[in-house]
């Protein structure tokens, strides 16, 4: 009774300040609205900015290890991350800004090193400088900060600068992530427009149509937030949760864009650039992960590590690129024939790892033998005139359980026995 009690004293309350004052508060309420809008959207800008920043930030970590570094070279200052150089390569920001819409910078103090802004002229503004302010709030201060309005040449951002550390706490530069101003202003303008004109109507449907919408995108932002989060530490593999997914709405986009920035990431991550295999890192660590289930199902599996019979010979006659050509054709016919079978990951240069799940050495030996004679019968043909072939040789061996480092140690010398005793091989014993 007290709670039917309390919950009418709301409702009469709610009558009151909403239907009551209605032609008063109309103008009231329509500003509210655009105001806790701005700043929902302000904030979930400011958000997702910090998320991505953190994201390729750890990203960098992942991929190039060790400390930033920063020489000068004859013709410029050079930035190195471990041992890779930034400079110049731009696969990775341009990769992320087409499948996010974010702009991306990387600072060696205050001058830009790659970036993906571009100037009036179409050139990206490399080695132009960034404001005193943010030199003075970031790079002085050591501490990421929230810019809603920065202006670089003729466009307005929001704009979230981050301080890149190296280990021993210096402060050598900063990345930039920005959306541009514009974009978000539409988003924003897009969402608020038709509750300007529902409230005009009636300010109690707008209020109640508020109160559920803001509940809505609270929660899509939370999921999104703590599926950036889970992305940030590694997990490549989280699922979005469905239903911000399926939104039609400027967070669904923004749930979507971060799918895609996930996908973009583990293909970054797991997968090997030319060949389109998995890397050697993931390929280990999916082995590790074979044996795991194998030792605790009781499941046999085998390895092979195969190698190119004379590839050397390929680059040097035909030169690098049919070199290249050679590489993918053989891996796209072993991701082929391993689809069904485990997968493969090339293991360095012209070496490829296959495992074979759920199968003795006798099937999987058999398996390798077809997968051997395709690549045997694969014909090249050089500028429209030359043929050649090319041969591998394989090392297979059958997991007994423990240790992976085992296993392979196995595979690798059986398969310099079969390079030794005259290649095109697959030694098995």
Same mark, same amino acid.
């Given at each position: 009774?007290?709670?039917?009690?309390?919950?009418?004293?709301?409702?009469?309350?709610?009558?009151?300040?909403?239907?009551?004052?209605?032609?008063?508060?109309?103008?009231?309420?329509?500003?509210?609205?655009?105001?806790?809008?701005?700043?929902?959207?302000?904030?979930?800008?400011?958000?997702?900015?910090?998320?991505?920043?953190?994201?390729?930030?750890?990203?960098?970590? @992942?991929?190039?290890?060790?400390?930033? @570094?920063?020489?000068?070279?004859?013709?410029?200052?050079?930035?190195?991350?471990?041992?890779?150089?930034?400079?110049?390569?731009?696969?990775?920001?341009?990769?992320?800004?087409?499948?996010?819409?974010?702009?991306?910078?990387?600072?060696?103090?205050?001058?830009?090193?790659?970036?993906?802004?571009?100037?009036?002229?179409?050139?990206?503004?490399?080695?132009?400088?960034?404001?005193?302010?943010?030199?003075?709030?970031?790079?002085?201060?050591?501490?990421?900060?929230?810019?809603?309005?920065?202006?670089?040449?003729?466009?307005?951002?929001?704009?979230?600068?981050?301080?890149?550390?190296?280990?021993?706490?210096?402060?050598?530069?900063?990345?930039?992530?920005?959306?541009?101003?514009?974009?978000?202003?539409?988003?924003?303008?897009?969402?608020?427009?038709?509750?300007?004109?529902?409230?005009?109507?009636?300010?109690?449907?707008?209020?109640?149509?508020?109160?559920?919408?803001?509940?809505?995108?609270?929660?899509?932002?939370?999921?999104?937030?703590?599926?950036?989060?889970?992305?940030?530490?590694?997990?490549?593999?989280?699922?979005?949760?469905?239903?911000?997914?399926?939104?039609?709405?400027?967070?669904?986009?923004?749930?979507?864009?971060?799918?895609?920035?996930?996908?973009?990431?583990?293909?970054?991550?797991?997968?090997?650039?030319?060949?389109?295999?998995?890397?050697?890192?993931?390929?280990?660590?999916?082995?590790?992960?074979?044996?795991?289930?194998?030792?605790?199902?009781?499941?046999?599996?085998?390895?092979?590590?195969?190698?190119?019979?004379?590839?050397?010979?390929?680059?040097?006659?035909?030169?690098?690129?049919?070199?290249?050509?050679?590489?993918?054709?053989?891996?796209?016919?072993?991701?082929?024939?391993?689809?069904?079978?485990?997968?493969?990951?090339?293991?360095?240069?012209?070496?490829?790892?296959?495992?074979?799940?759920?199968?003795?050495?006798?099937?999987?030996?058999?398996?390798?033998?077809?997968?051997?004679?395709?690549?045997?019968?694969?014909?090249?043909?050089?500028?429209?005139?030359?043929?050649?072939?090319?041969?591998?040789?394989?090392?297979?061996?059958?997991?007994?359980?423990?240790?992976?480092?085992?296993?392979?140690?196995?595979?690798?010398?059986?398969?310099?026995?079969?390079?030794?005793?005259?290649?095109?091989?697959?030694?098995?014993?």
């Amino acid at each position: 009774m007290e709670q039917d009690k309390a919950k009418k004293k709301l409702y009469h309350q709610l009558l009151k300040i909403t239907l009551l004052p209605i032609f008063l508060l109309t103008a009231v309420i329509i500003t509210i609205s655009i105001r806790s809008y701005a700043n929902a959207m302000n904030n979930e800008v400011r958000q997702g900015l910090m998320n991505q920043s953190f994201t390729i930030i750890t990203m960098y970590d @992942k991929l190039y290890p060790g400390d930033y @570094k920063a020489f000068e070279g004859d013709d410029g200052l050079y930035l190195l991350k471990g041992d890779h150089l930034i400079n110049g390569d731009f696969s990775i920001i341009d990769t992320l800004k087409e499948n996010t819409g974010v702009d991306i910078t990387v600072f060696y103090q205050d001058v830009r090193v790659i970036t993906t802004v571009r100037g009036e002229d179409g050139e990206r503004i490399i080695g132009t400088k960034v404001s005193a302010v943010v030199v003075k709030d970031v790079l002085e201060g050591g501490r990421a900060a929230f810019y809603p309005n920065v202006s670089i040449g003729d466009k307005d951002y929001f704009a979230y600068y981050s301080p890149l550390l190296n280990e021993d706490g210096a402060c050598i530069g900063m990345l930039f992530v920005a959306k541009p101003v514009e974009t978000v202003m539409n988003d924003l303008f897009r969402v608020i427009l038709p509750i300007v004109f529902l409230g005009i109507l009636a300010v109690m449907i707008a209020a109640l149509l508020t109160i559920r919408y803001s509940c809505r995108l609270t929660e899509a932002i939370g999921e999104i937030e703590k599926f950036l989060g889970k992305v940030a530490n590694g997990e490549l593999n989280e699922q979005l949760a469905y239903p911000v997914g399926k939104r039609k709405d400027e967070v669904g986009e923004l749930g979507r864009h971060a799918v895609d920035m996930q996908r973009s990431l583990r293909e970054l991550v797991e997968k090997d650039a030319l060949t389109g295999l998995y890397n050697r890192r993931y390929g280990e660590k999916r082995l590790k992960q074979v044996q795991k289930d194998a030792d605790s199902y009781g499941m046999p599996f085998c390895i092979a590590i195969g190698d190119i019979d004379y590839f050397k010979h390929v680059n040097d006659t035909y030169g690098h690129e049919w070199g290249d050509r050679v590489l993918t054709q053989i891996a796209r016919i072993m991701a082929e024939r391993m689809r069904r079978e485990g997968y493969a990951a090339r293991w360095g240069g012209e070496e490829f790892l296959l495992v074979f799940m759920d199968q003795g050495l006798q099937d999987a030996a058999e398996t390798l033998r077809k997968l051997q004679n395709e690549i045997r019968d694969t014909e090249f043909t050089y500028n429209e005139k030359e043929k050649f072939r090319v041969t591998m040789t394989f090392g297979i061996c059958e997991s007994s359980g423990g240790n992976t480092d085992e296993l392979l140690r196995c595979a690798d010398n059986r398969l310099y026995a079969g390079k030794k005793g005259g290649r095109d091989r697959i030694i098995q014993e």
